[in-house]
């Protein structure tokens, strides 16, 4: 689905963050990137998403290259992006702020409205909150904002940054059981985390990142072993 | 010491004046919002606006004066949205050094080239629109001109019509998305660089209308647009940075403090001899106490 | 007069001779006014347009001292400061033999000094402070009137119309503030009762301060809308919109902005019966000179002079027929000339008789220095909508006045 090959990137001339990162996620799955903080997780999948452009390698999206395109046009190609960072719209409704995810087929009415009963049947307690205003609500909430509003486009690939981060335990668990339901209902899903174990628990495929460089992979029946190599390592 | 009569006739000045305020503060604080930038150049849009249309109503077609207010949002929107692909999205594009200072100089270099181009083009002399009506409306001790009236009350229905079409419309929406986050803006799919372009567009085009609505009232010369400007920014601040529905009371608040101000202050000398200051002087207090303005989000 | 021509002669001896005169260089005058905003530009425009007449004329009759003239624009822009730097750019880079202009006197005074120190004669066209003249300067002369000299006039005006109460909105400039502090002066000392409301001159909406008079009972016999610029339209539009004035109770004295035609486009019919100032000559005084280049300057930019203008081309004229006179361009000989000078401009013969050699006599104040004596002003109304400056009905001095004997002004008819 999603196939990175000797990718550098960075923020500054003359200094990559990322320093020939590859890596692929294949299709129905959850693929984790892990490493500890500062390693260049968040810049790779900024890097995808299009905000920042690779100096070098190439990034494909089921063969072909989404390299350096313009963020804003990444949910037409079934890409969807939840950054690190809180990022519902604060001032607005949680509905406004669902809708706003169905932006690139805002003109079909139908397809808005149908989207939304989705996102309040997968996301319950947002139904009740519909009229609320989105910075008001908890973080998981929030949280739950975001994963509503990126389900929209009805993605065929997700990018999820550090989405537990700051959560109480009983809400992180919860939110990996969303991103398992939603890699069932057949999305791709590549999950950046810094809690390794969590991670490593709900993934298919899992790659460890070290100063910008890849270090390990393995996939679910390689994971004891890994785990095993990065207690060594750290 | 003064008649119920005379604060009346004072307030309803006022209102009537901050509704013009206020139309004008509104685009500046629309840009604000969206692009981040104090657009020095406000006062310019107004003052173009106020000639576009006393050309097209005198000079060039002999339309209604009320038609001409049109031709002005048309030619402002014009013109913001070309310097704001000209200039201003090298800023978001991240191709400027120093995002800041850039934005303070650009814009107020157009300012300053806009006054000396209109000085050129249109003479040192003063101009007036001809009235959109004339004559006046009396109630009770209340007399205020036709002109005014329409002024004031077109004002109003733009800015309503500004907040509906951000409340309701998906572009007004996408304007505030990426008001608030404009990488979440993007993500979903939403062009910010297109939705600069049309808050630029919008708020040069609602500076252009409050000049063409002051044209028949108060007359255009190159440099009207400097003072209406400067009380802008203490609107916009007043009512927070951002949002409209602030600087629309706000605007209407400062009419008010400055007439109010000026009609209640015992000794006339010192009264009315910074009635721009009493704006300051809220400004100022704003700052130290509700950085946020009475709208405004807390950071 | 004997004396004075010795001094002239002698003074030509000694720094005109052995100074070779570079033939081909034109003899450079500085000219500083407010061409664009802040300033007042409105003024400074048409007055450059008057100064470039007369560089047209001088040289189609061959220049001064064989060679060519030519003006050089400082724009100062209103702003003091400018108002020195482009001075002093005048002075050092341009290397002008003389400078004239100014408007606003923040600026003259401002870079006043700078005369002197570089010993550079400057004759002052518009600027009324006092001090401008009253410091002493060698090299300072003036053809406009002082405050001193307005007050003097246009407060007699007002005790001969009987008014007992005055309204006046202020602007807050130099020049607002100086008239000001003499006209209350003046009507305090004549037991008129005064209220100053002071305002920021690019006020748009006076209303306000406006609805303040009307709380007066009686109304107040004369409103004094002191403010330049565009403001001195607007004012007036809105006396009239709330019924202060002009009105049957209410005379209402304007600034000489409103000389200028766009009064009637920005006020309309407000402004008939307004007073206005005229620092010159009634049109029935008006001389050769001031006919002819009138029609020359109506002709190409469609508008008459009014005497701020004139004032502008007067001083240009002034500088060159000095130089003529001094016979070189030495600083010495042109402040000579000057002194001597009797030449006839459009408005009226220009004479500096207080100098070098005729210090300013105990009886008389500091600022007569180097001042035009016999600059006049007059007062007058306009009666008609549309009325040009010279078509308005004289009132004011009494031996120009056009009113029956013992009126001082058209009443506004009830
Ligand atoms: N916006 C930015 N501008 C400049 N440097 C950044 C920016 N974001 C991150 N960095 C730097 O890039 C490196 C990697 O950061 P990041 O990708 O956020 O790490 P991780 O997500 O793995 O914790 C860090 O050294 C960080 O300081
Ligand atoms: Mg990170």
Redesign the interface.
Known sequence: MLELRDVYAGYYPDMNILQGVSMTAEEGTITSVIGTNGVGKSTLLKTV?G?LSPRKGTIALEGKSIAGA???????LGL????QRR??????TVE?NL???G??F?RDKARIRRQLEENYDRFPILRNRRKQRAGNLSGGQQRMVELG??M??EPRLMLVDEPTAGLAPKVAAEIYDKLQALRDEGITVVLVDQNVRQAIEVSDYVYALALGKNMAEASRGGFEELRNKLREWL | MYGADYLIAQAANGLVVGCLYALMAVGLTLIFSVLKVINFAHGEFYMVGGYTAYYMVTVLGGLHPLLGIFFAMIVLLGLGSLFEVAFLRPIHLGAVNRPAEYAILITFGLSFFLQNLVLSLAGPFPHRSPSFMSGGLTVGPVTISADRLIAAGLALVLMIALMLFIRATWTGKAMRAVSQDRDAAAVSGINPFKMNNIAFGIGASLAGASGALIAPIFAVVPDVGVLPSLRSFVIVVLGGMGSVKGALIGGVAIGLVESLGAALIPDPSRALAYRELYGLVIFVLVLLFRPQGLFGEKQ | MQRNILALIMALFVFCSGRAASEEEPVRIGVVLPMSPPGAYASGNPMWWAVQQAVDEVNARGGILGREVEAVLGDTRGVPEEARAVTERLITRDRVVGVVGNYHSSCALAALDLFRDHHVPYIAAEPWADDVTALGYEEVFRISVTNSLYRDITVDWMISSGFESIAAVQEITDWGLGVNEKLTQAWNEAGIRNETAFTDVKTEDFTGTLLRFTQWSPPPDMLFGSITGPGAYRIIKQAYDIGLAPSPQTVFYATNECLHPEVWEVAGEAARYITVTQIGLPPFAHNMVTRQENARFEQEHDRTMNATVMEAYDSFMLMCEAIEDAGCAHPDSIIRALENIEWKGMRGTYTFPYGTDNPVPEDQPDYMWHQWPDVTLYLFQYTEVGQSPEEGTVIWPPEWSQLPEGQYYVPVPE
């Open positions: 998403y905000f313009n963020p804003y046009r990444m949910p037409e969807t992006y939840i950054p990022n519902v719209f604060p001032e607005m406004e809708q706003l995810g932006w690139t805002r509003r990126a929209m486009i």
